[in-house]
């Protein structure tokens, strides 16, 4: 609707230079519309005369005053008002709104998408959790948003791979591997002083059994040879913990991608040559560093240590620096809000080889705080000390936990109470939503049970909906495409939370007050296309989520 007002007024525009009331022949790369906070001012209201008022040499109100005159008795406007200094404020003819309708009957699924993308590529890589234990609720969260960002970038029209960076090489697997071993040995009977450093967790305990029980034991192995044969079971097994998890979760990835595989394939090398040959790293007392002070960062980083080992931040450089060897036009990377630091050294180190810092986003991840009933919950039960994501799931739900971990900037804190997400009330923000789904399934099935038919949209008589509360609802209808466009391009999935339990309310206000199967039956049919498109949108809104819209609740 915004798009069609901005050409109105564009061609308006063009109108008022071509009979000389306006004179500068200045057009706008984009009108500004915006919605007003007082109703009661209209459907969109535009600074544009403002804008105009120097190129012009007048008044932005005589501007205002030129505009509204070439805008008189157009079909799209029912009013067209000028407020305080040159403001211009519309309010849309009824019959645009519901026109809306008929849009969404007609795309159906497709409502709420677009190709403001282009198809331009776009990685999305998220949780990326170390294959060294289960998925904790942090996990969860970014594994939520990492998901829901992808599917907004989809529906608006970007071209986008989803993948998960598998940090299967470095010291937390040896940690793993010896962790494992012990147990191990202890459940063979030895008297183990286990390190304090090692990885505690009941979860170790099963992988030990499991190796026992699949490998066998490993009397007479050396070693090295013992860690690193339990490291390699152990991140394979945890692995398969963590597919399922997020299976469960509703997530898949397009790609599985192995930190040691970077070595593997010499690539580590590769790309810091590169570096080299642009005369980005240096080497200084034995030791290899990235200039990335010259780029925005505190301080130069190192690469390789000066005992030849590589740094962390070696395999991370290279494994970015491939990402748009693959042909991304874009990455975004979810971490946790302990990584913030990293952020400069990236974007330094991208920024020096051409790419703009815009090219790598970086969402963090702020920390859930669960509860219960109000009250803090900390403990898990195989980790020990934390929660894992299968205990939730399985708690919860898959849909609840998707929500609520999308209710809030991904920046921001969030409290995740486990018994408010499994009310069944309108207490529940997502029970509130997809109630409102439920809600219109049941309409449609009484009205078949009634003999009442989902009429064509040549069949309705759109005057029947006179309600303030139904054209308000078809206005919340039309705002969906550019709530998924505002999502995308500002990677916060949160904005389609917020429409949602904006529709959902509007709607079941609605529906406590006024029946939609009534004696006559034009208002009945017109209802009834109302309500089925509030359906259609509802379930487009939340698959983008990746929650289900039930049919019966």
Known sequence: ?????????????????????????????????????????????????????????????????????????????????????????????????????????????????????????????FVSANPTGPLHIGHGRGAAVGDAVASVLQAAGFDVQREYYVNDAGNQVKTLGLSSLLRLRELQGEVIDFPEDGYQAEYIRELAEKYLKTEGDLQGVAEAEAVEGCARFGVAQVLDWIAADLKAFGINFDNWYSEKSLYDRSMVDMELAKLQEKGLSFEQEGALWLRTTEYGDDKDRVLIKSDGSYTYFASDVAYHMEKFDRGFDRVIDVWGADHHGYIPRMKAMLTGLGHPPEDLEVLLIQMVNLLRDGVPFTMGKRSGNFITLREVIDE???????????????????????????????????????????????????????????????????????????????????????????????????????????????FHSYYNRQRVLVDDPATSQARLYLVNSVRIVLANALRILGVSAPEQM
């Open 1 to 125: 609707m915004k798009n069609q007002l901005r050409d109105a007024i564009s061609e308006a525009l063009q109108q008022c230079y071509a009979t000389g009331s306006l004179h500068s022949g200045e057009i706008p790369g984009e009108i500004q519309l915006e919605v007003p906070k007082n109703s009661e001012h209209g459907d969109f209201a535009t600074n544009l005369a403002m804008t105009l008022a120097k190129v012009e040499r007048k008044a932005p109100r005589q501007i205002a005053e030129a505009l509204v005159a070439a805008l008189q008795d157009h079909p799209l406007c029912d009013r067209i008002e000028i407020a305080g200094p040159g403001f211009i404020n519309f309010r849309l003819a009824a019959s645009c709104w519901y026109g809306v309708l008929e849009q969404i009957m007609r795309e159906g699924d497709a409502y709420g998408r677009s190709q403001v993308g282009s198809g331009t590529k776009v990685q999305v890589e």
């Open 396 to 506: 919860v739900g898959s849909d609840a936990c998707r929500f609520f971990f999308l209710m809030r900037r991904c920046d921001s804190q969030l409290d995740f109470d486990l018994e408010l997400a499994k009310q069944q009330s309108s207490d529940n923000p997502v029970y509130y939503v997809q109630y409102a789904h439920a809600r219109v399934c049941s309409i449609n099935r009484n009205a078949a049970e009634a003999g009442v038919a989902l009429p064509d949209a040549q069949q309705v008589d759109f005057s029947r909906l006179q309600l303030a509360e139904e054209l308000a609802l078809a206005k919340q209808l039309a705002r969906l495409p550019e709530a998924v466009v505002g999502a995308a391009l500002n990677y916060e999935p949160h904005r389609v939370v917020f429409y949602l339990q904006e529709l959902a309310a509007q």
